[in-house]
């Protein structure tokens, strides 16, 4: 019998539908990706750690990100949202 896959909830990024496509423009510099709620920085850059990242979306975004666990990317555009409204 075949085991089915399944993903990681996209709930939480999936809330802010324009935010997560920019920050996938513009932050990660990529076309498209599959971010999920369980998604971090660390997924997206070989570096062995996202400083570039963290700089980039507090240049881009007014936002200091720095101190979120595990650079969870769900928790990050809440942050940025929390910010612009």
């Keep these: 019998m075949e085991q089915q896959r399944q993903f990681a909830s996209q709930v939480r990024v999936d809330a802010y539908p324009k935010l997560k496509e920019d920050f996938i ?10 971010i999920s709620d369980e998604s971090s920085l660390l997924d997206f850059t070989a570096a062995p750690d996202p400083t570039m990242l963290l700089e980039r979306i507090k240049q881009m975004y007014g936002v200091d990100v720095s101190q979120i666990a595990n650079t ?5 555009l809440e942050r940025i949202a929390a910010r612009n409204s």
């Design 72 to 76: 969870n990317i769900a928790d990050i």
């Design 25 to 34: 423009l513009r932050v990660l510099e990529l076309p498209w990706a599959f």
